[in-house]
Each structure stands twice: as structure tokens, then as C-alpha cells.
């Protein structure tokens, strides 16, 4: 990949960070590429996640959250002994990633000139993000994806409930349909192949996930293959299990953390729910949420294209062609979508006297910043001229919301 090519072309001084979007993408790429380049992991190679860390002084390439970027931003602004930073997967637009992808390009602009930065994606609206970070120049590698059929298999129709009312199919029992049909075509289309198929699975959560599972290894029709549950709260030895080689056929039933990043070979079809848990603003309660929503085309495309990296492949999407072109082109940024008090706290903490005026790719809405800052005002972490006060850098020490922080001060 670019972070091993520009290490062999030696022309970066320094460590090579990779920033990615999910814990799970960090660890499991940092395995992968060391085992790649025969090195144990942790010395060439290494990552940085919460609560987790396998590097050292001579490590080269850092797989890293853009949490921990965050992090190491604020307890060294100056990126000490860092030659490049890489932003992997950008089209998910995090509001993490905006922040760090802002801070870095000024330190790049001040006193790090040298400093090396690429925002890479497969999925990205490239014309609003080559203005932000003109000048810069910008490079497409096509690669090699082979051709993926993708039908469409929309939900039945509501069924009468234990209690007499109308309920909707439950989506696993859906992916379960899809996955009883792909079976057979999988177990045609690879015979007398000697390579052991895997079929993907997109489901939103970690409960519809178990779901699935139950549901699949319970089933006749499923006998023969492997079901491999695969999504963050799982341990590293687990999530390997579903990603890693292997000789028998397997089901892999992942969130979206397989959307992107994770190299999972042999997968020859793709079942996707089209859905996603996403975090957004509850305006009643006033925190982020979780909820589900429908991913959107660019999202889809990139999972639809997980079935054509060896081999021809299928995608069958649990919704019907009408919808899919009704769906949001690309995702929206996370910016618009989630509470910015933990972002402005960071942002007061790091200097920055009126946010207002920051590096935003996307400039926040007026509504979400005096919000932001109104609720730092009552927590105490401001004062009335909205500078940061030591009770509010305290509280930015704490990977937490500003409410959470304040009550451990």
C-alpha cells in the first residue's frame, strides 16, 4: 500500500502515520502489512488505539484512530519525530478526522514545512477537498476490480405479530433469505476452484449481528460454512478469526467496519442491509445517539466492491433500486450531524481563540456552535469571554463528552 511504498522509496524522514476512522481498520491493517513484510509486529510496524498501543522508538509506519491523533496533537503540537501523515478513508468525514486533517495542514503552514500530508479514499468528492488543501496534487491508481453483479431483493411485505399487529421482516431474517439463495450460486460458481469462498454480510449493529449468526448456524442450509460475527467491541483474536485466512467456507457477518480498509480475501458475494449506525445530535435529550440510517450510494458502492477484488462477483441489496436512487450521494460530514461542545473544548484548549474562525472543511452551523458553547459556559469550562479556564483544560484531558469530564472534576 502508499504507507509501505513510501517507506521503501525513502524520501519520508521520520514516522509515516496512518490515521483511520475505526480501531478495528488500525489493528488489523498494522497486522497485516507486518506480516506482509515478514517483521514482527510492533517494531517496523505498529498501531495506536485506545486503551491499546504496540510501537516503539524505531518504529516507521503508526496505524493509528484519529482520536489518538487527536491526542498526541494535544500533548505534542509539534508532531515530534512524525514525517508524514496519511488520512485513510476520508469519505467517511468524522469530525476527528476534520479536526486533525485542520491542525495538521497548519502545522504543516508554520513551523513543520517539511511535513508530509495525503487524504486518501476510494469514495471522496475530490473538488471542495482540492480547494481546502490547495496546493496540493492529486493522484488516482485505478486498480484492478473485477466486474460485480448487484441485484436487488427489496423487503417482503409486513407480517401479522404474535399480538395480531403488523410487524416488518426483522433484517437479519432477511440477510438470512439473501444468504440461503447465494449458497447455491457460490457453491456452483467455485467447485473444483480449491479456494475456500467467503460471503459478506452487512448488518447495522452488534445485535443484528448475533441475530444472524443464531439464525445461521441453526439452519441446514448453512451446513458446511463457517459463521464469523465480525464488528469493534470484539477482541483482536476474534476479529481475526473473521478476517484471516482460512480452508473452509465462511460467513462473515460484519458491520461497516468490513465497509472499507480491512482486506478480506475470497469474498466472492456480498449481502448488504443497507443500513448503518450512525452517531447524530438528540436535540431533546442533548447528547449523540446512535442511530440506524441508510447508508448512502458512494457507502454502498464501496461495499458492493468488496465481492470484486479476486474474482467476478454478486451484491445483493436488501432494498429496491428506487430507494437506492433517492439515497444521499455521498455521506454527510460528521460536522452536521453530532453535539460540538468536545470538539470547541478541544479546539479552546488548543489555542483557539474564536472557532469560528478555524480551518473547517466544512464551517459548522451557527446553531451548533452557540449550543456548543453555551453548554461549556454552564458546565464551567469557559468564562464569560469563552476562553478555555483550568477547570475546562482539565476537562479536555478526558477522551469524554464535556459533560462526562465535568463530572470527574
Known amino acids: 500500500g502508499v504507507p509501505t511504498m513510501l517507506l521503501d522509496s525513502e524520501v519520508i524522514e521520520g514516522m509515516i502515520v496512518v490515521v483511520q476512522p475505526r480501531r478495528i481498520a488500525a489493528r488489523l491493517l498494522a497486522e497485516f502489512v507486518a506480516r506482509s513484510r515478514g517483521v514482527k509486529l510492533g517494531r517496523e510496524v ?13 518504529t516507521r509506519i503508526v496505524y493509528l484512530t484519529d482520536g489518538v491523533l487527536q491526542r498526541w496533537l494535544r ?5 515530534t519525530g512524525v514525517g508524514a501523515v496519511l ?10 478526522s476534520d479536526l486533525a486533517l485542520a491542525r495538521v495542514l497548519d502545522l504543516q503552514d508554520g513551523e513543520r514545512p517539511g ?20 496546493p496540493c496534487e492529486e493522484l488516482e491508481a485505478g486498480g484492478r476490480l473485477y466486474p460485480v453483479q448487484v441485484s436487488y431483493l427489496p423487503p417482503p411485505p409486513p407480517r401479522r405479530g404474535r399480538h395480531g399487529a403488523m410487524e416488518s421482516v426483522p433484517v437479519w431474517e432477511q440477510a438470512g433469505r439473501a444468504c440461503r439463495n447465494e449458497l447455491g450460486r457460490v457453491g456452483e460458481m467455485d467447485r473444483g476452484s480449491g479456494k475456500a469462498p467467503r460471503i459478506l454480510i452487512f448488518l447495522p449493529g452488534a445485535f443484528e449481528i448475533r441475530k444472524a449468526v443464531q439464525l445461521l448456524e441453526r439452519s441446514s442450509w448453512a451446513r458446511g460454512w463457517e459463521v464469523k460475527p465480525l464488528y469493534s467491541a470484539l477482541s483482536p483474536a476474534a476479529q481475526w478469526e473473521a478476517v484471516g485466512p482460512g480452508e473452509q467456507a465462511r460467513i462473515i457477518v460484519a458491520t461497516n467496519v468490513a465497509e472499507t480498509s480491512i482486506t478480506i480475501e475470497g469474498i466472492v458475494a456480498v449481502i448488504d442491509s443497507g443500513l448503518a449506525r450512525r ?7 442533548g447528547i449523540n445517539t446512535l442511530t440506524v440510517q441508510k447508508i448512502s450510494q458512494a457507502a454502498a458502492q464501496q461495499r458492493a466492491g468488496r465481492a470484486g477484488r479476486t474474482g467476478p462477483g454478486r451484491c445483493v441489496r436488501l432494498w429496491s433500486e428506487r430507494d437506492q436512487a433517492r439515497r444521499d450521494e455521498f455521506e454527510q460530514p ?26 473547517w472543511l466544512d464551517a459548522p452551523r451557527e446553531e451548533s456552535l452557540e449550543r456548543a458553547e453555551r453548554l461549556l459556559g454552564m458546565l464551567g469550562a469557559v468564562d464569560q469571554e469563552g476562553l478555555i479556564n483550568r477547570v475546562g483544560l482539565r476537562m479536555s484531558r478526558y477522551p469524554l463528552s464535556p459533560r462526562a469530564a465535568r463530572l470527574l472534576e
Open 279 to 285: 452517531a447524530s445530535f438528540d436535540v431533546r435529550r
Open 87 to 96: 488520512f485513510d478513508e476520508f469519505h467517511e468525514r468524522r469530525l476527528a
Open 46 to 58: 505498529g498501531y495506536a488505539v485506545r486503551f491499546d498501543t504496540c510501537y516503539g522508538q524505531d
Open 334 to 359: 460528521e460536522v452536521y450531524r453530532v453535539d460540538l461542545a468536545e470538539a470547541v473544548l478541544y479546539l479552546k484548549a488548543a489555542g483557539v481563540r474564536e472557532v469560528r474562525d478555524f480551518r
Open 115 to 134: 511535513l508530509h500530508v495525503l487524504v486518501m479514499s476510494a469514495t471522496l468528492e475530490t473538488a471542495a477537498l482540492g480547494a481546502y488543501l490547495a
Open 75 to 79: 500533548e505534542d503540537p509539534g508532531l
